[in-house]
């Protein structure tokens, strides 16, 4: 587990462009951030450059999410993840941060309530003489000091505990959230406890609490040469594809209308994603990682075919008729798309009308009166 998770950088189809930009990142994170909030409490108007100082974390954030989904759904059977498509980055680490937020929402509101109490203690505004007397009866001198250091450590024990809840739930919340793109699920307590109580994924986190570690460890001297900056990048990767593989038996992504291919049909909370409510009209096909980060563009075989009065004839010869759609198919000989004739008539890629196959012309649309054959 823990060697595939780490080689899947090494495999990524772009290691490279990952390591830089995700050092890059992280290093923006630990300077931006910082300069940000220390600007924001002299000059509360800085907290208008909150998604711009921020979006360095938001969209590491948002890698490390994709990281989680590629090994809930493979493993990282491919490598890591190139970076692309950067505004679904910052909308997922945007929402990861959220999901952070409500969970330690709890801890946060304990604290500023205990704040308060010891403020209003300090001030004087509330009078514990009547209770502080019978405790320097019963326990002498010290008495109240000691049972302040008792509450005082009962407090901290407890904080303790919840931030460690909060370091195992949170990753099994964050694959949750990341199976099926929907915050909601990751805020979902029967789902999140399913993922949490798997033995495979309580392995992973173990896993992966180590490797954090070890890399912080030996990252650290190396932080000032920048170098550890992308070690500490390249850890959190291999934590999040350890997370995703933990939680792979415990959450299965289908589509909607497929129930029949779910391995595990008893499981009630298996995730299902349902993909059958996006707009009428699918969006657009992303251009493939590999070009997009310039390594490679693909150069498909065209041909030209030209038609005349009396049929049409090959200009270059094709291999096949399929041209590509997509980088994962191909559309028939006329490519999927209509031509239009001048009198609103479809017709196929040479120009002839499937109600009128015998002219085999194709007549351009001019802004002149009279129109003439291009052909």
Do not use: C
Request: glycine content about 14%; proline content about 7%; overall charge negative.
């Amino acid at each position: 587990m823990l060697r595939g998770t780490v080689t899947a950088l090494t495999r990524s189809a772009d290691a490279a462009g990952v390591l830089v930009v995700g050092g890059l990142l992280t290093l923006l994170t630990w300077v931006v951030t910082p300069i940000w909030v220390g600007g924001a409490l002299l000059f509360p108007p800085l907290v208008l450059l909150a998604p711009l100082a921020l979006a360095p974390a938001f969209v590491a954030r948002g890698y490390f999410v994709r990281v989680l989904t590629a090994g809930i759904a493979t493993g990282n059977a491919d490598g890591a993840p190139p970076f692309v498509a950067w505004n679904e980055l910052y909308r997922n680490g945007l929402k990861s941060a959220l999901l952070s937020a409500v969970l330690l929402a709890p801890l946060v509101l304990g604290a500023a309530l205990a704040a308060l109490a010891i403020g209003a203690l300090g001030n004087g505004l509330v009078d514990l003489a009547s209770v502080a007397e019978p405790v320097r009866a019963a326990l002498g001198g010290g008495g109240v000091a000691a049972v302040g250091a008792v509450a005082g450590g009962l407090v901290g024990t407890v904080a303790a505990a919840y931030l460690l809840a909060f370091a195992y739930v949170r990753p099994a919340a964050l694959a949750a959230f990341a199976a099926s793109g929907r915050l909601r699920d990751g805020l979902h307590p029967r789902r999140v406890g399913r993922v949490a109580g798997s033995g495979t994924y309580a392995t992973a986190w173990l896993v992966a609490a180590a490797t954090l570690g070890a890399g912080y460890t030996l990252a650290g001297p190396f932080v000032p040469l920048v170098v550890g900056v992308a070690l500490v990048f390249v850890v959190h990767v291999a934590a999040h594809g350890l997370y995703g593989r933990g939680a792979a038996t415990a959450l299965e992504v289908v589509d909607a209308g497929d129930e029949d291919g779910v391995t595990d049909p008893t499981a009630a909370e298996a995730v299902r994603v349902d993909r059958s409510d996006g707009p009428e009209r699918p969006p657009t096909p992303e251009v493939p990682p590999m070009v997009q980060t310039g390594r490679s563009v693909p150069l498909g075989r065209t041909g030209v075919r030209e038609t005349g009065a009396g049929g049409t004839r090959a200009g270059r010869a094709r291999v096949d008729d399929s041209v590509p759609d997509g980088p994962g198919g191909a559309v028939g000989a006329d490519g999927g798309f209509d031509w239009n004739a001048p009198d609103g008539k479809s017709v196929d890629r040479d120009g002839v009308s499937p109600d009128d196959t015998a002219s085999g012309e194709f007549e351009w649309d001019v802004d002149v009166d009279d129109r003439e054959d291009k052909n």
